[in-house]
DNA sequence: CGCAGACATCGACGAGCGTCAATATCGACA
DNA sequence: TGTCGATATTGACGCTCGTCGATGTCTGCG
């Protein structure tokens, strides 16, 4: 689904005449739901992983070893993810690449900064 | 509690050799408590409320109305963010105060550049 | 074709979360 | 002292989430 994070950014990301307006009620909605994919150790490791790993993706039988859980449960983490707009799905054979969208995480870190600062 | 997030941040945050190595589980835990008290759409507009008001600072009073929940339900996420370390309580008088932590959303956003990014 | 392996989906279970009404606590003021 | 008003705490409810085992789907290979 990729939820979108569609938040205006003001033009420049530093020193925005701060907070202006609270978030909108949608708004809060949408970051939220990309912050709920983020709020869970083993997806943050996960993604960090994938980042780390050789090219940048990884299949998910490089992932099940070092998290320690069944197959099937980082299956449904990976998918959180990428249903959350943060990593894509290359399927490749019988194998699954999963890479980190390029600029997803610096838009989440964007709108903390740019929505909540003080 | 006020997690720290005393991951080591490079010594610059721009341009860092990227994603070394992947995060630590503990490292991931504490960043996973902090984004999941920030994973809710109200204690977002919370947050965003309190940062808007006049001098930085409002009451519960002052944010009952806005965000449309009962009196303990704010309250309560009002704790939840201050035990995350990402607001300040301060009681005066009848009153309590609640204030953003001037760096607590800054930290954040730097860990996930830094951890995460590609 | 038939088998083996990689991954996804399903169903179920226990734990945790968001919300509320009711109640408790505490300070101000008459 | 006694009352009022602002906030915190408690207990309960329904819902969501993380995890697993079992099973389904698809690809490559003999």
Redesign the interface.
């Known amino acids: 689904m990729a939820t979108a994070l569609h938040t205006t950014v003001e033009a420049q990301a530093c020193c925005a005449p ?6 909108s ?1 949608p708004d ?2 949408a ?2 739901r990309t ?2 994919a ?5 997806r ?2 996960l ?3 994938v ?2 790993h050789d090219g ?1 993706e990884a299949c998910v039988c490089d992932l099940t070893d ?1 998290v320690g859980l069944s197959q099937p449960t980082v299956s449904h983490h990976l998918k959180v993810l990428v249903d959350a707009g943060l990593l894509t799905r290359d399927k490749r054979g019988v194998w699954a690449y999963y ?2 969208v ?1 600029g997803a ?2 838009s ?3 709108v ?2 740019t ?4």
Chains 1, 2 share one sequence.
């Open positions: 701060l907070v202006a307006a609270p978030i009620a809060a909605d970051l939220a912050l709920k983020l709020a869970d150790p083993t943050l490791r993604l960090s992983l980042a780390a940048g070092p890479a980190v390029p995480l610096d989440v870190a964007a903390l900064d929505q909540l600062r003080r």
